[in-house]
């Protein structure tokens, strides 16, 4: 039953590790066909690259904590962007060095109309937290909730990563999309062990049945 239930086991996991690799194939490929948009009205693909225009409204910045860019200690910025429609957008800026201290830092913010190019991520709830998601002006993970009260409404649910443009800083942040070949090993990797499970418990079988009937034997004998 042992045996059985690791080949099951195995079964189960190296097909979802093989519908997994299915689906990272089909996001790698709708990224690579992306659009570039400027100041799109309708929803963005993920992986879209946007072109925004608009005022960022530097009083309602926050800052991701905990990011590392070439060994140094720091925070990724989150301010939110009106575009000349009047629609929100929270915009990634990119990584400031901070070091240890807890102190918010101090960053320039354009308060003239700015021009910015970046990629957009959908939102996802994706992220482990340990504790409260929010700590003063610190976010453990990007979310769209410490706005919902200071900005009217987002356009979409989502933000977007900066790479270009005014008021950008240092670019740290990647996709974090792992290949379809890791999975499709994974999946290989487990449909191995289902099959080492079947065959130790075939052997095991034949093996153990000789000396239950040699057991049973010197049992009659006994009588």
């Known amino acids: ?12 996991l190296g097909a979802w590790q093989w ?96 021009t910015l190019t970046g990629e957009w991520q959908p939102a996802n709830e994706d992220g482990l937290l340990f504790g409260p998601n929010v700590e003063g002006r610190r976010l453990q993970n990007i979310s769209l909730a410490p706005w919902q009260d200071a900005v009217p409404d987002f356009r979409y649910q989502g933000w977007v990563h900066a790479q270009t443009g ?14 379809a070949s890791r999975h499709l090993a994974y999946a290989f990797q487990w449909w191995g062990l289902a099959l080492v499970a079947l065959i130790t418990m075939w052997v095991g079988r034949r093996y153990f049945q000789p000396n239950r009937k040699l057991h049973r034997g010197n049992n009659n004998d006994s009588r």
């Not at 060994?71 to 929100?88: C, E, I, N, Q, S």
């Not at 005014?166 to 290949?179: I, L, R, S, Y």
């Open 1 to 12: 039953m042992f045996w059985l239930l690791l080949a099951l086991l195995g079964g189960f």
């Open 19 to 114: 519908e997994r690799a299915e689906t990272k194939q089909a996001a790698t490929a709708s990224r690579e066909n992306a659009p570039a948009l400027i100041n799109p009205r309708t929803a963005p693909a993920e992986g879209a690259e946007l072109t925004l225009n608009g005022e960022y409204m530097p009083e309602h910045t926050f800052f991701l904590d905990n990011r590392i860019l070439d060994g140094r200690l720091g925070v990724a910025v989150l301010t939110p962007l009106k575009d000349k429609f009047g629609h929100y957008w929270l915009i990634q800026r990119g990584f400031v060095e901070t070091g240890t201290t807890r102190t918010p830092p101090r960053v320039a913010t354009p308060e003239q109309a700015v």
């Open 166 to 179: 005014d008021g950008v800083f240092a670019t740290w942040w990647q996709a974090n999309v792992m290949p």
